[in-house]
T-cell receptor, first 115, second 113 residues
Framework: AQKVTQAQTEISVVEKEDVTLDCVYETRDTTYYLFWYKQPPSGELVFLIRRNSFDEQNEISGRYSWNFQKSTSSFNFTITASQVVDSAVYFCALSEARRDDKIIFGKGTRLHILP | DGGITQSPKYLFRKEGQNVTLSCEQNLNHDAMYWYRQDPGQGLRLIYYSQIVNDFQKGDIAEGYSVSREKKESFPLTVTSAQKNPTAFYLC????????????FGSGTQLSVL
């Protein structure tokens, strides 16, 4: 069965600190995709990254980085030198290549960056 | 600018009333989706459509209906059969399918009077 767990419901850090958001997933498929989305207070979800199951290379985009480890079924997201604008709800999500209808979202982690 | 437009931003429903949420996209995407978001919850799929004049139920379709008469438009009707409609509704699209990046609208907050 598909499942995405974001165990951290809410995190608060002081600006300029690094913060890691955890995501653990379950799937029986060998081909799948993992995503991270950001939901700022405006409400619209913004795509951050898509990773397929065959690409375990870590990715860095500016202050954002992602660590994909199939051995632990995790796809964690780190923000380096956090800024107030990073305050948002972050969702991890999973879709399976054999299915064309379902993407499973985690419940999200609300991140507060304190000035 | 290309994107997804949802309207209205806020909507109030009286008991027994049907209401329709609008979703329009000018991205030329084939696939469109409706999600429901409740506080502290992830997104749950209501309906999706991968092609004009065709759509499928998602996980929580009861009490909702949709149409896809045009590629650009995917309106969602919340019927009186939906007993707990208060939620944030998000429309999304992708080029062809669910394994791709989703583009989201800014959402509609529906509340019951």
């Amino acid at each position: 069965a598909q499942k995405v767990t974001q165990a951290q419901t809410e995190i608060s850090v002081v600006e300029k600190e690094d913060v890691t958001l955890d995501c653990v997933y379950e799937t029986r498929d060998t081909t799948y995709y993992l995503f991270w989305y950001k939901q700022p207070p405006s409400g619209e979800l913004v795509f951050l990254i898509r990773r397929n199951s065959f690409d375990e290379q870590n990715e860095i985009s500016g202050r954002y980085s992602w660590n994909f480890q199939k051995s632990t079924s995790s796809f964690n997201f780190t923000i380096t030198a956090s800024q107030v604008v990073d305050s948002a709800v972050y969702f991890c999500a999973l879709s399976e290549a054999r299915r064309d209808d379902k993407i499973i979202f985690g419940k999200g982690t609300r991140l507060h960056i304190l000035p | 600018d290309g994107g997804i437009t949802q309207s209205p931003k806020y909507l109030f429903r009286k008991e027994g009333q049907n209401v329709t949420l609008s979703c329009e996209q000018n991205l030329n995407h084939d696939a469109m989706y409706w999600y429901r978001q409740d506080p502290g919850q992830g997104l749950r799929l209501i309906y999706y459509s991968q092609i004009v004049n065709d759509f499928q139920k998602g996980d929580i379709a009861e009490g909702y209906s949709v149409s896809r008469e045009k590629k650009e438009s995917f309106p969602l009707t919340v019927t009186s059969a939906q007993k707990n409609p208060t939620a944030f509704y998000l429309c999304a699209s992708s080029i062809t399918g669910i394994n791709e990046k989703l583009f989201f609208g800014s959402g509609t907050q529906l509340s019951v009077l």
